[in-house]
């Protein structure tokens, strides 16, 4: 649920000039309207020559209450960045065509689907490529630059009933006038019926369909009740390798398989070439130049799941070959594979002790090495065709940037985005720290302290454990925490057993039994931050989201250490995610079935433990969300509030398990904020804020 060896080159260049300008006077804290001030800045994509880099930038207006993404370029040898795509519509994902003279990216900025765009290199005003009447997923050039691969879910009725009228009103027909009808059922036949951000599922699956950028002719070649993803073409253009499970029933195993379809059948995939035949997870192809290899992500342990290590391996792209997996003795979790352009190597991301860097390996395997390297956070990068790379690099004093890595150099910042806003700041210097569990295990996570903070003083800490339970806290910009200390609080990351980056052993020590180990590791590094001088023992906090709720409602109900706590998005009584939320299979692998295993599922509910909490603890989450549904929150609000302990249930409309509203997310922070600041701290001001509103107002 969510949620090793190498040699490492020095940290990027800028690294010493940013923490020579922090020490500088004048510089002021962070507040709370900063964090929506800073401009993130992700995917970048080099051109075919080399010499640009595309990517978006995302700014927040909380007068609109939305955010915006547009599409800027930035020369690789550093310079003037220009934005390609104009303000008061969203643009996102651009991808450069192999011959260097488009665009393409996704826009929906003439209704509310997603289509295809394309902005010609020379400039101009950007043109609509596809207008379907399903949204556009994603999409990827062929090597010659005429057609695109485009991944759609299944067209719904009412979305072709939409398409029907938009041709006619464009023939000159009259604008068919709109009656207003009962919702229809939802008719469930599916295991999985249910995913966060969509809701109830039908048999609408996602297919690849090619279409030709001339003639705007499109082709579907997958098809079945099957979701296909991750379409990679081959170097000549006649194939495309994917990732689906199809198995007889989808919705029960994780047994997705590379596979290779033509580019121009028209059977909608009934002749395949199965590459892999591994049990587990098997996905995100990358086809090799000399199209000899398909490299992909896989899982070997599939009873594991997200617990198991995603490795890199390799098969032969014609199939029926022998799988090379080639990071098993790295054993860190690899994702973003790319072959390097004489195809002996392949690159990747790798999640490796609390940071991620872009890593390379020999298609024989052996020794791992790091093009970017350091206590760094790499998002994504992008491959040129001479070795160039583009990283989206977040740093614990930056935030994401774009940095350029010419073959053998070092990473150089080549995009100034958020500049103004960090020079102005004085920020807290974030320590990565080892500490020794209850049980003797060596146990790492991230220590901030407050800003001007003097050595010897004792001061509110808090506790975030981090979501998953297999995610991570990274060498990341944090700028909440930076928020945080700011206003006087300590705050503590751990990476506790059941964290990614340290291993499949220590990844898989709490499967099937959450809150133990993981609630030792926890405690082990506020006990850390006590022995340091650093944490007041009786002015702790505790509160996380997601997974991280589930263990603060884990650690109130183990120790009344804590002062105060918020849980965001978790779960209490397990048996009654089982069939409302999205969870299923993992519920039925890792837990088994709940009448089979009653005993089980109760020791791993966090509920059958709130008589023992005294910690004053406020619930939050959004109404729709089906990733960890709101109704977690509520059955422990209600019993708290049943026992008469202090509490509270603060639920956010139309919010999924990630809030995408800025309003809500602020409103978020502040009562947090006042939560920390009346319990924790102890002042007089109110935990609930004063004048923030509520939904019967």
């Known amino acids: 649920m969510v949620c090793g060896g190498g040699a490492v080159i020095a940290a990027p260049a800028d690294t010493v000039v940013a923490h020579a300008q922090s020490d500088r006077g004048g510089l002021r804290a962070i507040t709370l309207d900063d964090l929506f001030a800073i401009?993130?800045?992700?995917?970048?994509?080099?051109?075919?020559?080399?010499?640009?880099?595309?990517?978006?930038?995302?700014?927040?207006?909380?007068?609109?209450?939305?955010?915006?993404?547009?599409?800027?370029?930035?020369?690789?040898?550093?310079?003037?960045?220009?934005a390609l795509t104009s303000e008061g519509v969203s643009s996102s994902h651009p991808e450069w065509s192999p011959d260097g003279k488009w665009l393409a990216f996704l826009s929906a900025r003439k209704g509310d689907t997603t289509q295809v765009w394309l902005l010609n290199r020379l400039g101009g005003e950007a043109t609509q490529l596809t207008d379907l009447p399903q949204a556009v997923d994603s999409q990827v050039w062929s090597p010659d630059a005429k057609r695109l691969c485009l991944v759609m879910r299944d067209a719904s009725t009412e979305e072709l009933e939409s398409a029907k009228d938009r041709e006619e009103e464009k023939e000159g027909g009259e604008k068919a006038e709109k009656k207003t009808k009962a919702a229809k059922p939802w008719v469930i036949d599916r295991l999985q019926f249910k995913a966060d951000e969509v809701g109830y599922l039908d048999h609408r699956r996602r297919h690849l369909?090619?279409?030709?950028?001339?003639?705007?002719?499109?082709?579907?070649?997958?098809?079945?009740?099957?979701?296909?993803?991750?379409?990679?073409?081959?170097?000549?253009?006649?194939?495309?390798?994917?990732?689906?499970?199809?198995?007889?029933?989808?919705?029960?195993?994780?047994?997705?398989?590379?596979?290779?379809?033509?580019?121009?059948?028209?059977?909608?995939?009934?002749?395949?070439?199965?590459?892999?035949?591994?049990?587990?997870?098997?996905?995100?192809?990358?086809?090799?130049?000399?199209?000899?290899?398909?490299?992909?992500?896989?899982q070997t342990d599939p009873k594991l799941f997200e617990y198991a290590t995603k490795n890199l391996a390799v098969s032969p792209a014609a199939g029926g070959g022998t799988a090379k997996v080639l990071t098993r003795e790295f054993d860190r979790n690899v994702d973003d594979i790319k072959f390097s352009a004489d195809s002996q190597s392949v690159f990747f991301i790798a999640d490796d002790d609390g940071t991620q860097n872009v890593c390379k390996i020999s298609i024989n395997g052996g020794e791992v090495s790091r093009p970017v390297g350091g206590r760094v956070m790499v998002y994504s990068y992008s491959l040129g065709r001479n070795g160039e790379i583009a990283a989206q690099i977040d740093r614990m004093d930056r935030p994401s940037e774009i940095y350029a890595v010419a073959a053998g150099s070092e990473p150089i910042r080549i995009t100034h985005t958020n500049d103004a806003l960090i020079s102005q700041l004085k920020l807290s210097a974030g320590e990565y720290v080892h500490?020794?569990?209850?049980?003797?295990?060596?146990?790492?996570?991230?220590?901030?302290?407050?800003?001007?903070?003097?050595?010897?003083?004792?001061?509110?800490?808090?506790?975030?454990?981090?979501?998953?339970?297999v995610w991570a806290w990274y060498a990341e910009f944090q700028a909440k925490i930076q928020w945080l200390n700011a206003e006087g609080y300590a705050v503590v990351t751990p990476n506790p057993r059941g964290s990614t980056g340290?291993?499949?052993?220590?990844?898989?020590?709490?499967?099937?039994?959450?809150?133990?180990?993981?609630?030792?590791?926890?405690?082990?590094?506020?006990?850390?931050?006590?022995?340091?001088?650093?944490?007041?023992?009786?002015?702790?906090?505790?509160?996380?989201?997601?997974?991280?709720?589930?263990?603060?409602?884990?650690?109130?109900?183990?120790?009344?250490?804590?002062?105060?706590?918020?849980?965001d998005a978790g779960e209490a009584l397990n048996i009654t995610g089982y069939g409302h939320d999205q969870y299923q299979k993992d519920y039925?692998?890792?837990?088994?079935?709940?009448?089979?295993?009653?005993?089980?599922?109760?020791?791993?509910?966090?509920?059958?433990?709130?008589?023992?909490?005294?910690?004053?603890?406020?619930?939050?989450?959004?109404?729709?969300?089906?990733?960890?549904?709101?109704?977690?929150?509520?059955?422990?609000?209600?019993?708290?509030?049943?026992?008469?302990?202090?509490?509270?249930?603060?639920?956010y409309p139309d919010e999924y398990h990630e809030f995408r509203t800025p309003s809500h997310i602020k409103d978020r922070l502040i009562r947090q904020m006042a939560w920390w600041e009346h319990y924790v701290k102890g002042t007089a001001e109110p935990a609930t804020p004063v004048g923030l509103g509520s939904h019967d107002e």
Not at 270 to 283: S, V, Y
Not at 440 to 455: I, N
Not at 456 to 461: D, Q, R
Not at 590 to 596: A, D, N, S, T
């Open 209 to 298: 369909y090619v279409f030709d950028v001339a003639g705007k002719k499109m082709t579907q070649v997958t098809g079945g009740d099957y979701d296909d993803e991750f379409p990679a073409w081959s170097p000549d253009g006649t194939r495309l390798a994917f990732s689906s499970n199809r198995t007889a029933d989808p919705d029960r195993n994780y047994n997705t398989d590379v596979w290779v379809v033509s580019a121009d059948n028209t059977d909608k995939g009934a002749h395949l070439t199965q590459i892999t035949t591994n049990a587990g997870e098997d996905h995100s192809p990358a086809w090799s130049p000399d199209g000899k290899w398909i490299a992909y992500v896989t």
């Open 435 to 469: 500490f020794n569990s209850k049980d003797g295990t060596t146990v790492a996570g991230y220590l901030y302290k407050p800003l001007d903070y003097q050595p010897g003083k004792k001061v509110p800490t808090l506790l975030i454990p981090h979501g998953g339970p």
């Open 502 to 567: 340290y291993g499949q052993k220590f990844a898989q020590a709490i499967f099937a039994d959450w809150g133990n180990k993981d609630f030792q590791d926890d405690m082990a590094i506020v006990d850390y931050a006590i022995a340091q001088g650093i944490a007041d023992p009786v002015k702790l906090g505790v509160g996380g989201h997601s997974y991280g709720a589930i263990s603060t409602d884990f650690i109130i109900g183990q120790t009344t250490r804590f002062r105060g706590a918020i849980s």
């Open 39 to 82: 401009r993130p800045v992700e995917g970048p994509r080099v051109s075919p020559d080399g010499k640009w880099v595309a990517y978006t930038v995302t700014t927040t207006s909380l007068a609109r209450d939305e955010d915006e993404q547009r599409i800027w370029m930035v020369p690789f040898a550093g310079g003037e960045a220009v």
């Open 588 to 651: 039925e692998m890792e837990l088994g079935r709940p009448w089979e295993n009653r005993a089980v599922w109760e020791r791993l509910s966090p509920f059958y433990n709130v008589a023992k909490i005294t910690t004053p603890t406020l619930f939050m989450g959004g109404a729709i969300d089906w990733n960890v549904p709101i109704i977690g929150g509520e059955q422990m609000y209600q019993a708290m509030r049943s026992l008469g302990r202090e509490t509270e249930l603060v639920i």
